[in-house]
């Protein structure tokens, strides 16, 4: 790996006519529109928080697949509601009084 990080892979013809058009559309070249874009992307604080996290999903993953859950018997098992209601059925139901 050099100063710079690993090569990206170049991008295919038609990325690269995408990438052209844009940096025509903000009057860069393409190669300064993608280290800028790359730059904004490397400053922006969701991408940060996206790269501190990164190690820690997988232990969150182990921690979630470890609790313990009760087995579930299907025959006392509830079946899911098939049409919950929106709020949209609470507004009619509260405009005309209760349902039938």
């Not at 990206?8 to 393409?30: C, H, I, N, T, W």
């Amino acid at each position: 790996m050099d100063q710079n990080g690993p090569q990206v892979s170049a991008f295919d013809p038609e990325e690269y006519a995408r990438v052209q058009q844009a940096a025509q559309l903000v009057g860069k070249s393409p190669e300064a529109f993608v280290r800028d874009a790359a730059l904004a992307a490397a400053a922006d604080p969701f991408i940060k928080a996206l790269g501190k996290t990164r190690d820690r999903v997988a232990q969150l993953a182990d921690v979630f697949t470890a609790q313990d859950s009760p087995p579930v018997d299907p025959r006392t098992a509830e079946w899911p509601d098939p049409a919950p209601m929106g709020s949209r059925d609470l507004h009619e139901i509260q405009q005309h009084g209760h349902a039938a």
